[in-house]
């Protein structure tokens, strides 16, 4: 049971923190420190950016708390699930691909095991809105925590703006 346990371990810490098919780790902007630590790492909120791999023309920006001390300096502490977000059209808005409601634009490890923050992408066709939502799971308990974004697709220069409900999976 020890070496199954250790095993396991070992495992998370060479897990990827990021993942998410077609996407690139989002870039840092900056982290503003929350409460200091003398000799480890303060507590941050960070704020993060990312373009959803399927929506050309779209960024999202999100702030998740991030802890220090000890188990920050080794990332091996629970995340807190308090996590912002902010998606804004930048550009032409070009679909890459169909896609389906709830479909995941990212993914990050809050913890060892338990414990992801998930972006998704919804649309709301009547209005033609892109609709995105971050949430963190945890495979014992979910978190009720999560923000809501949305981005109404406009036409950007001479582009006219493309319906979302064309791109979405029957």
């Known amino acids: 049971m020890r070496a199954l346990f250790v095993f396991l371990f070992a495992l998370a810490l060479t897990a990827p923190t990021f993942s998410a098919a077609n996407a690139e780790e989002p870039d840092l902007i900056f982290r503003k420190s929350t409460v200091f630590k003398l000799l480890t790492p303060d507590h941050t909120l ?26 920050g300096l080794f990332n091996v502490v629970e995340e807190l699930s308090d996590v912002s977000l902010a998606c804004r059209q930048v550009g032409p808005i070009t679909f890459k691909e ?8 990212f993914r990050q490890r809050r913890s060892l095991i338990f414990k992801k923050m998930r972006i998704v ?5 009547k209005r033609n809105v892109l609709v ?3 949430y963190s799971d945890k495979i014992v308990e979910g978190s009720p925590k999560n923000s809501t974004s949305t981005v109404p697709i406009m036409p950007w220069g001479n582009s006219p703006a493309p319906k979302c409900g064309d791109w979405l999976e029957d």
């Open 98 to 105: 169909k896609f389906e409601q709830g479909d995941e634009v």
């Open 132 to 134: 995105y939502l971050v």
């Open 46 to 71: 960070a704020t993060y950016g990312l373009d959803d791999p399927a929506v050309e023309g779209v960024a999202c920006h999100y702030t998740v708390p991030e802890k220090g001390g000890i188990g």
């Open 121 to 125: 992408r919804g649309c709301d066709a």
